[in-house]
C-alpha cells in the first residue's frame, strides 16, 4: 500500500497549458498537479502532443508531462500507455515510469474512460457539463453522440468513483445525470497572483473579453454590444485578447458591424500583458455559454474590475457575487443594458470593483491544492482499498 502524500498520481487530461487552444482547466490542472509534487507525489501529465512541444519533458515544479497523440488519438494512447506491459507507463512512453497508484481522469466533454481498464482508483475531474456546447461546436449527429457519451455512459463508467469539480453548479448539474452528489467533492479555482505595478485605468470606456476564441465563448455578443454602444460613445474600445481557431470569422463580423477601429484583437497575450489589460479595463465582459468556473472574472476582479456575465453559463455564479462584484444577465438585451448601465455610471462601477477584489481573496492556489491534495490522499490505495471501486 502506499501512504498518502507519497504516491503515483497520473492526470489524464486532452491538453497542457502549452497547448495553444490550452485555457482555465489546464491552469488548474497545472496548479494542482504542482501543489500534489510540492507534497511529495510523484506526479505525471498525460496529454495531447502539439507544435515543437516535447513528447516529455518535467516542469519546475516536478510534474512529469507525458504528451502522445492528437485531439482525439490521446485517449487511445491513454489506454495503451497504461496497458502496455507490467510496468505500465514504461514501454510507450519512454523511459519506465510505473504503474500510477491513483488517476484523475479529466472529463473535458469526452472522457478517457479509463475506469474500464485500469486497476486503479480513479477520480473523476469534471469541470463543467457540455450540454449546450454540443451542437454548438459539432453537428446535431456528433452532439447526439458526444452528449450521449458525457450524460450516460460516462455517468455508467465511474459510478463508483469519487468526483471532483470547481463550482456548485456543475456539481448541481452533475448531479442531475444521476451523479450520486455525496460522491461530488467542490474544489473551486483559485485565482493567479497579482504580479506587476498597478495600471491606470483607461482615459476612454474600454472592455475586455479574455479567452480562447472559439464559437461557444460567443464574442459575437460583445461586437454587437460595442457596436451598439458605440453610437453613443464614440471613444468607446474592445480588447479581445486570445487567439483560436474562431479569430478569422469574429474579425469579419467587426468589419460587418462597422466597429473596426473600436475593437483591438490582441492574440495572445503575457501574463505581463493580462495584467495591463485587466487593470485598464472598466469591465471584464464574459459571454460565454458555458464556463465551470470563471477564472477571468476572478482574475479582473483581483485587479479590481467587475464583470458581465450569463447566469446560465453556469460555474461564473460561483465566480462573482451577482450585483456585487459583478452582474449576471438572462439574455443578450440584458447584456447590453447591463454593460452600458456599469460604464455610465463611474460610482457604482468602482463600488463593484473594490467588492470584487475583496471577493477574488476567498479563492487561493493554496487552498485549491490542499483541498484536492485532501481528496487525493482519501483515495489512494493506502486510504481506499482497490476493490471499492472497480467496474464488475
Given at each position: 500500500?502506499?501512504?498518502?502524500?507519497?504516491?503515483h498520481?497520473l492526470?489524464?487530461n486532452?491538453?497542457?497549458?502549452?497547448?495553444?487552444?490550452g485555457g482555465?482547466?489546464?491552469?488548474?490542472?497545472e496548479?494542482?498537479?504542482?501543489?500534489?509534487?510540492?507534497r511529495g507525489?510523484?506526479v505525471?501529465?498525460?496529454?495531447?502532443?502539439?507544435?515543437?512541444?516535447?513528447?516529455?519533458?518535467t516542469t519546475?515544479?516536478?510534474?512529469r508531462?507525458v504528451?502522445?497523440?492528437g485531439?482525439?488519438?490521446?485517449y487511445?494512447?491513454?489506454?495503451?500507455?497504461?496497458l502496455?506491459?507490467?510496468?505500465?507507463?514504461?514501454?510507450?512512453?519512454?523511459?519506465?515510469?510505473?504503474?500510477?497508484?491513483?488517476?484523475?481522469?479529466?472529463?473535458n466533454?469526452?472522457?478517457?474512460?479509463?475506469?474500464l481498464?485500469?486497476?486503479r482508483p480513479v477520480i473523476?475531474l469534471?469541470?463543467?457539463?457540455?450540454r449546450?456546447?454540443?451542437?454548438v461546436?459539432?453537428?446535431?449527429?456528433?452532439?447526439?453522440?458526444?452528449?450521449?457519451i458525457?450524460?450516460r455512459?460516462?455517468v455508467?463508467?465511474?459510478?463508483?468513483c469519487?468526483?471532483?469539480?470547481?463550482?456548485?453548479?456543475?456539481?448541481?448539474?452533475?448531479a442531475?445525470?444521476?451523479?450520486?452528489?455525496?460522491r461530488?467533492?467542490?474544489?473551486?479555482n483559485g485565482t493567479p497572483?497579482?504580479?506587476g505595478?498597478?495600471?491606470?485605468?483607461?482615459?476612454?470606456?474600454s472592455?475586455?473579453?479574455l479567452?480562447?476564441?472559439?464559437?461557444?465563448k460567443r464574442?459575437?455578443?460583445?461586437?454587437?454590444?460595442?457596436?451598439?454602444?458605440?453610437?453613443e460613445l464614440?471613444?468607446?474600445e474592445?480588447?479581445?485578447?486570445?487567439?483560436?481557431w474562431?479569430?478569422?470569422?469574429?474579425?469579419?463580423?467587426?468589419?460587418d458591424?462597422?466597429?473596426?477601429?473600436?475593437?483591438?484583437?490582441a492574440?495572445f497575450v503575457?501574463?505581463?500583458?493580462?495584467?495591463?489589460?485587466?487593470?485598464g479595463?472598466?469591465?471584464?465582459?464574459l459571454?460565454?455559454?458555458?464556463?465551470?468556473?470563471?477564472l477571468t472574472i476572478?482574475?479582473?476582479?483581483?485587479?479590481?474590475?467587475p464583470?458581465?456575465?450569463?447566469?446560465?453559463?453556469?460555474?461564473?455564479?460561483?465566480?462573482?457575487?451577482?450585483?456585487?462584484?459583478?452582474?449576471?444577465v438572462?439574455?443578450e438585451?440584458?447584456?447590453?443594458?447591463?454593460?452600458?448601465?456599469?460604464?455610465?455610471?463611474g460610482?457604482?462601477?468602482?463600488e463593484?470593483?473594490?467588492?470584487a477584489?475583496?471577493?477574488?481573496?476567498?479563492?487561493t492556489w493554496?487552498?485549491?491544492?490542499?483541498?484536492?491534495?485532501?481528496?487525493?490522499?482519501?483515495?489512494?490505495?493506502?486510504?481506499?482499498?482497490?476493490?471499492?471501486?472497480?467496474?464488475?
Open positions: 500500500m502506499t501512504d498518502a502524500g507519497n504516491g498520481v492526470f489524464l486532452w491538453r497542457d497549458t502549452k497547448h495553444p487552444e482555465g482547466s489546464e491552469v488548474y490542472l496548479r494542482v498537479a504542482a501543489e500534489l509534487a510540492g507525489h510523484r505525471t501529465l498525460l496529454c495531447q502532443a502539439h507544435g515543437t512541444a516535447p513528447a516529455e519533458e519546475p515544479q516536478g510534474v508531462i504528451r502522445r497523440g485531439r482525439h488519438t490521446v487511445l494512447f491513454a489506454a495503451l500507455l497504461y502496455s506491459g507490467a510496468v505500465g507507463l514504461g514501454a510507450l512512453a519512454g523511459r519506465r515510469l510505473g504503474r500510477p497508484d491513483l488517476i484523475v481522469d479529466v472529463c466533454g469526452m472522457p478517457f474512460l479509463s475506469r481498464y485500469a486497476r473523476a469534471v469541470h463543467h457539463v457540455h449546450e456546447q454540443w451542437p461546436v459539432f453537428g446535431p449527429r456528433v452532439a447526439r453522440v458526444g452528449w450521449w458525457e450524460s455512459l460516462a455508467r463508467v465511474y459510478r463508483r469519487r468526483y471532483i469539480t470547481v463550482s456548485e453548479s456543475t456539481r448541481g448539474e452533475l442531475e445525470l444521476g451523479v450520486d452528489p455525496e461530488i467533492t467542490v474544489v473551486h497572483e497579482v504580479v505595478p498597478a495600471v491606470a485605468r483607461t482615459p476612454h470606456p472592455l475586455v473579453v479567452g480562447r476564441l472559439v464559437p461557444h464574442v459575437e455578443l460583445a461586437l454587437r454590444a460595442t457596436a451598439l454602444l458605440a453610437t464614440p471613444t468607446l474592445l480588447v479581445v485578447a486570445g487567439q483560436g474562431w479569430d478569422e470569422p469574429l474579425r469579419r463580423l467587426a468589419a458591424l462597422g466597429i473596426e477601429d473600436r475593437v483591438r484583437f492574440g503575457t501574463e505581463a500583458h493580462k495584467h495591463e489589460l485587466l487593470c479595463a472598466w469591465l471584464l465582459l459571454p460565454s455559454l458555458k464556463e465551470g468556473w470563471g476572478v482574475e479582473a476582479g483581483a485587479r479590481s474590475t464583470s458581465v456575465a450569463f447566469r446560465s453559463a453556469g460555474g461564473v455564479a460561483d465566480a462573482m457575487s451577482n450585483g456585487e462584484t459583478g452582474v449576471l438572462d439574455d438585451f440584458e447584456f447590453f443594458r447591463a454593460i452600458r448601465s456599469l460604464v455610465l455610471d460610482r457604482r462601477r468602482t463593484m470593483g473594490t467588492a477584489a475583496a471577493y477574488s481573496q476567498r479563492f493554496a487552498m485549491t491544492g490542499a483541498n484536492f491534495a485532501r481528496v487525493v490522499d482519501e483515495h489512494l490505495p493506502a486510504a481506499q482499498p482497490l476493490a471499492d471501486q472497480r467496474v464488475p
